[in-house]
């Protein structure tokens, strides 16, 4: 009867301690057997159990699986979240600040006698920079004044007699058209008298014809003392009192023939001075007139004073525009002309940036989208938005623009201009100067 014994657990650290001694023995190199016998070793041995139970496969365990779920998973998202981020953006190097260069030129010649700016200095709007001899154009404002106060006195004298020349005119106008008026009453009465005088001188005549008649019929009856000499003595006092009717109403005649010459004459004068009296209106416009150029001698002389004290004023040279007082060409004593540019004054206040984006880069780009930018001088990033798109590719701003009409075509992406604006308070110290190199990411999607 074979002795009861107990079987006892696996000692596990026993397991691993000869695992790794197995291990170790699998590593080491056999030594070389015999010629014989070299074939029948270089033969693997077969598995056993043992084994298998020491080298377990690590991607049977769970724990590892898991692990490789989740490392992908963490590579999607990560994967994800990269490329919408690249996706998120436009971006280019072809970009720089932009701003105005403003141009300050002479409006008048003369000889510079003082500067007030060193080159590169900050000036303000309306900063007298450059100062010319005012000596000439003050004698001349002072002449223009003199001419222009000569101007006015002579334009308030015209001014004066217009008011008195056309009352004067206006009364003799009116005292001819009376004079006429009663020239002609006095025609007509006159004629009338005439007339008048005419009858009764026919009358007379009458009255003179019966009278001789019947003192010739008197003097055969007295011849014949058929009558008394009485009667024959009255009929030849009637016969010379009639005679002498007779030639009264001539002479009344002769005189009113006489006031009717007299009333036409005097018509024809008072006609005269009517006509004479038409031209006052006339005379009244030719003062009118000398009134009028007078007012426009004075404005004359007005625009000749402005325009002296115009070139006084253009004696001191002003900023245009606040900002940077730079490419100095003037200096104390040069001779300048009008329109000799003498600085350049750049408003650090008023920057842009302008991006060159190949135009397959602007599919998804509109204006007011946020902008990012990094300056190359200093590495700061500032903020913006896009303003605008330029109206054509800068290609076709080029000197001699591509003609793709004409010879072999080969196809090249076009740059578009983009400006972009920076938001407020962006650029407080003007650190940034037109022509520095920038970065700008345009980003499409927020």
């Known amino acids: 009867m074979e002795p009861t014994t107990t079987q006892s657990p696996p000692d596990t650290h026993r397991t691993d301690h000869e695992t790794a ?23 693997p041995l077969p598995a056993t159990e043992r084994d298998y139970r020491a080298h377990p496969s690590r991607t049977s365990s769970p724990g590892f699986r898991i692990a490789i779920i989740i490392g992908v998973v963490v590579l999607l998202v990560v994967g994800f979240f990269v490329y919408r981020y690249v996706t998120s953006y436009e971006s ?6 932009d701003g105005h260069i403003n141009s300050v030129s002479a409006r008048v010649s003369g000889h510079v006698i003082k500067l007030n700016f060193q080159d590169n200095q900050y000036v303000q709007a309306g900063a007298v920079l450059v100062e010319i001899d005012p000596s000439d154009y003050q004698v001349a404002y002072e002449r223009a004044k003199a001419d222009y106060e000569n101007a006015r006195a002579a334009a308030s004298a015209a001014g004066v007699n217009v008011p008195i020349t056309d009352v004067s005119t206006s009364s003799q106008v009116s005292s001819a058209d009376a004079d006429v008026s009663s020239a ?30 019947d003192l010739g019929r008197y003097k055969q009856l007295v011849d014949k003392q058929e009558i008394s000499q009485q009667q024959y003595d009255q009929a030849v006092a009637n016969a010379k009192a009639n005679a002498a009717a007779v030639d009264a109403a001539g ?27 038409q031209t006052a209106p006339r005379q009244m416009q030719v003062i009118r007139s000398r009134a009028d150029e007078a007012e426009a001698e004075v404005k004359q002389k007005k625009a000749d004073l402005d325009q002296a004290q115009l070139n006084l004023q253009y004696t001191k040279v002003m900023a245009p525009v606040a900002g940077v007082a730079t490419n ?16 350049k004054v750049i408003p650090l206040d008023d920057v842009w940036i302008t991006a060159n984006f190949k135009e397959t880069q602007l599919k998804e780009m509109k204006i007011g989208q946020r902008v990012t930018f990094e300056v190359d001088a200093s590495g700061r990033s500032y903020k913006g938005k896009v303003d605008s798109f330029a109206g054509a590719s800068g290609a076709r701003f080029s000197l001699l623009p591509p003609e793709n009409a ?23 110290d003007h650190s940034l100067l037109p022509g520095m190199s920038v970065d700008p990411k345009v980003w499409i999607r927020q």
Do not use: C, H
């Open 21 to 43: 001694k197995d291990r170790a023995d699998n590593a080491r190199p056999e030594a070389s057997p015999p010629q014989g016998q070299s074939e029948g070793r270089n033969q």
């Open 184 to 213: 002609r009453a006095g025609i007509a009465a006159a004629r009338q008298q005439f007339e008048a005088a005419k009858s009764q001188m026919q009358e007379a005549e009458a009255n003179n014809v019966k009278a001789q008649n």
């Open 406 to 428: 004409t010879g072999n075509y080969v196809k090249v992406v076009q740059r578009i201009p983009v400006k972009i604006v920076l938001d407020p308070g962006e650029n407080k």
């Open 328 to 343: 100095r060409t003037v200096e104390v004593g040069q001779n300048v002309t009008p329109g000799q540019e003498l600085l």
């Open 251 to 277: 002479a009344n005649a002769d005189a009113a023939q006489a006031q009717v010459i007299q009333a036409q004459g005097k018509l024809a004068q008072a006609e005269a001075n009517w006509r004479n009296a």
């Open 92 to 97: 280019t190097d072809d970009a720089q600040i």
